[in-house]
């Protein structure tokens, strides 16, 4: 296979991505044409500081990832949030590397892609020596930029050539704002002599949790008070809202189970007796594939697999219930198998089953494939042969050889081979990617393996009893116009009244509800107040109520209670404490009016706003060093966990602490780590549009 063809395959799924991008254009400008978008008046998604984020553009990156990150168990609404970030934050570093005139040129660019750090390493790494094939790489990148298919082009462009370019600015920026660091020497001094800083202190004490909670009531006036107070901690950068709702079951019941069990039971004989299993299953329908093969029991990820296994050869176990199945096993075979095998093969392709692309006509194929078979049991040597005609590059540069790999995880023909036949087995073996020249090079533990078909149909709600809960939604949303109807409706309808907050624009998920951006389109269409119709998630009904609509600044009381109702409740204590207990100008005479003791606490550091066997308490720590209180006693200070009055008995400074190179070090390194935050602070700052609730 040529580096070319290497390339093309490792970027096919761009290809195909570019390919379906295509067509979703073609179908936007169809509607822009006849007066508007399919979808929206509008193909901008959003704006960064002025700058147009395109529909087209982010579907197709969005087409890309979904491509790349799919498989893994990405969710799309996932997916639309990270590219959303991913494209704000591109779009403000780039302004900064234009203020900045921050470049990469051709010469940095090669360096780059053809260097020991090159993202193409993977592909052209030879895999016996781990040398980076620079040569084959370059060849392969001239032919692509000679090339007249466009889509190779953009390819290559969008895989490699962006991606670098902007991690290349990136890192530039990033290192010149961390060498713009500096330190002086002044702040070297401060930071030593706050770090060597100690005292010994004399307290009293009355804790907060001496007061019970129950005892001190926190109102929604107290909350705002505090806020406005402290607006700029409890801030929010958009605006959420909150729903009360009711929900009517539309799950399978009793009679729905009866109904798929009976239905599994009709089959049942037949389902004993088939000679062809694989052609009874798929007509008639399994929720469990037929896996033509060999598993042992560990690879099993049966329930019941204990039970399944006991059954003798030809028997049928269950019914049984398999999650939201009921399901019947049937023990087609059982031999002893090993539980991983080693083999070498050489590929002769003729189809791609990921693209549906037909590589070379099937008798061609197997010509080939025959006549390597010849050379080989005449002599000719494997590797060779596995070098100059394999088309497998998982292998090829291995000399064919996949090491020992276990049960299923090759495509069935292939596993058989490897599985069944004893070590040393060689043959021709015909699979869905083309043939395959086999060689069985090794087996291990040996164990049995079973042969197993599943009949397994799912337990669905009847007509019925879906019709009977939208009908029972659809009278609930007819009647309840307000709260007030609401509530009255869910009583006499004994419902529970359920509550989803901190609802955002572009979110699919709702706590409590599950995945329904249906639901959260119509709660940003309506007002508060509003009931919706019956919306269908799962096998449920929903109707919802909007209680909330909490616009983007200072978080309202009721949004902010669960955050800062301790801080308010704690504030209210100390001032019931400061009013009733705290007596007496000194330390004797205030722990006699609180009921305490004086206590003592030695060597306590400045730079660590710890108070031995309390916790942290920063303002206690400043009073200690507060070169006033030398001798006398504080005036009540109201900590974190209480009120403290506190009498510096000394200050002065420990031995042995950092000198000043590794302080400013220190320093320097914080001053750099703080730079990657920097970027956040330019995405915070930065004036951005969001349209994405319109398209999606």
Known sequence: MSVIQRIRDKGAWIVFAIIALALIA????????????????????????????????????????????????????????????????????????????????????????????????????????????????????????????QEQVNMIQK??????????????????????SYVPKWLVEKQQADNNAIANISYVYFPYAAIADSAVKVTDADISAYLKKHSKEYQKEEETRSINYVFFDASPKKDDSLNTLNQLMSLKEEFRTTSDIASFLNRAGTELPYYDSYFGKSRMQQPNKDSILSTPVGGLYGPYIDGNNYTIARIVGAKQWPDSAKVRHILINTFNPQTNQVLRPDSVAKKLVDSIEAAIKGGASFDELCKKYSEDPGSKDKGGVYEYFPQGQMVVPFNDFAFDKPTGSKGVVKTDFGYHYMEVLGQKNFNPAYKIAYLSKPILSSGETISAASTAAAQFASGAKGKKEFDAAALKGNLQILTATEIKQNDFNINGIGQSRTLVRWLYENKSGAVS????????????????????????????????????????????????KFKGSTLEAIATAIGSTVQRADSISFSTPFMPGIGSEPKIIGAAFNKSLAGKASSPIAGTTGVFAVKVESNGARQGSMDAETVKQTLLQGNRVAVFRGVQALKSAAKVKDNRFKFY
């Open 533 to 580: 119709e019956p919306v269908e998630v799962g096998d449920r009904y929903v109707v919802a109520i909007i209680t909330g609509i909490n616009p983007a600044g200072t978080l309202s009381p009721a949004e902010a209670r669960p955050l800062v109702e301790g801080f308010v409740r704690n504030e209210k204590k100390a001032k019931q404490i400061l009013d009733t």
């Open 26 to 149: 073609f179908i936007l400008q169809d509607g822009v044409g006849r007066g508007g978008s399919a979808f929206s008046n509008t193909t901008t998604i959003g704006k960064v500081n002025g700058q147009n984020i395109e529909r087209l553009d982010f579907e197709e990156k969005l087409a890309m990832q979904e491509r790349m990150y799919g498989a893994q168990g990405a969710q799309r609404d996932q997916l639309i949030g990270s590219l959303w970030n991913q494209e704000v934050e591109r779009i403000v570093l780039e302004q900064e590397y234009n203020k900045l005139g921050l470049q990469v040129s051709g010469k940095e660019l090669s360096d780059i892609l053809f260097g020991q750090n090159s993202p193409l390493r993977q592909e052209f790494t030879d895999p016996n020596t781990g040398e980076f094939k620079v040569a084959e790489a370059k060849q392969a990148f001239a032919q692509i930029k000679k090339s007249t298919n």
């Open 159 to 180: 895989a490699y050539i962006e991606p670098t370019v902007e991690q290349t600015l990136r890192s530039k920026y990033l290192a010149l704002l961390q060498q713009a």
